[in-house]
């Protein structure tokens, strides 16, 4: 028994400087020593990842989410009812959720179940919704492929469209709205609409993979991470490492998220 749980701490000690040596890659001699800030073991494969306007994390796992400061410090824990509720972490005290089994969405503390029915007269068969805004949301209904941003505090739609004919096959798996424009994700693409509703670009991007910094939207695409600038259009990249399962960045830190591990980087 000894002898095997010392291999098994032999293997993760292994995998450690491996993960630190493919680290050393991507940063100059000297420069990833001074930059780390915590590494931390993960019990579960990461699913998904996310970060709110503080710049705390947020990993989804199978069976939970689990919200870390930005040393790396678990500040709370979250079991969804199913893996499909859709989370946005948002300012990091009033979340939106949204169930597309039960139609119930709620703007909350983290750890709250979406409570609120939606309105059937918004949406027929409402797959995806995301949160417009502090009193509002956008809904999705597949029955008619339309899109609606609710005012929630008037109880009123303000902008209604229709997803363009050349986009019904595709299958939309995220929404979000940043800086006045909405996101539509599918496993290949990120749709870019304006605020009326006008499809204005549509990007190559990998496995619905992207968040926000500033001033533009960074999303994956293969093994790059492509930062596009919503106001200018220009685009920049930089090459992911192998194996990197999410990265996640803000204005301090650069998170690196693998099968087992998470890296915290200060940002430059």
């Keep these: ?32 020593a001074q ?30 989410i689990i919200r870390y400061d930005i040393n790396g410090k678990e500040t709370g824990s979250y079991s969804p009812v199913h893996p499909a509720l859709h989370f946005e972490p948002r300012d990091g005290s009033r979340m939106f959720t949204y169930d597309s089994q039960t139609k119930r969405y709620g703007f909350a503390a983290f750890g709250k179940y979406p409570s ?13 919704a995301c949160s417009a805004g502090d009193n509002g949301l956008w809904i999705f209904d597949h029955a008619d492929f339309s899109f609606k941003r609710v005012n929630l505090h008037k109880g009123r739609v303000d902008v209604e469209f229709k997803l363009p004919a050349s986009l019904h096959q595709e299958n939309i798996v995220a929404m979000r709205e940043y800086q006045g424009f ?28 992207f968040d926000f910094l500033g001033e533009e939207v960074y999303f994956r695409n293969n093994d790059q991470l492509i930062f596009f600038d919503l106001f200018d259009g220009t685009t920049r990249r930089e090459s992911l490492n192998q194996g990197l399962s999410f990265i996640r960045l803000t204005d301090e830190r650069r998170f690196l998220i693998y099968a087992d591990r998470l890296f915290i980087l200060q940002a430059q």
């Design 1 to 32: 028994m000894q002898f095997m749980m010392g291999l098994q701490c032999s293997y993760f000690r292994l995998k450690g400087k491996l993960y630190l040596m493919l680290l050393f890659f991507l940063f100059p001699f000297g420069l990833l």
């Design 35 to 64: 930059n780390m800030i915590a590494e931390i073991p993960l019990k579960e494969k990461p699913m998904y990842a996310y970060v709110d306007r503080p710049g705390e994390l947020y990993i989804r796992f199978e069976s939970r």
């Design 116 to 128: 609120t029915p939606l309105p059937e007269e918004y949406a027929v068969e409402p797959i995806a």
């Design 182 to 209: 909405l996101f539509v994700a599918t496993p290949t693409k990120l749709h870019l609409f304006s605020s009326m509703g006008k499809l204005l670009k549509s990007l190559e991007a990998t496995a619905a993979d």
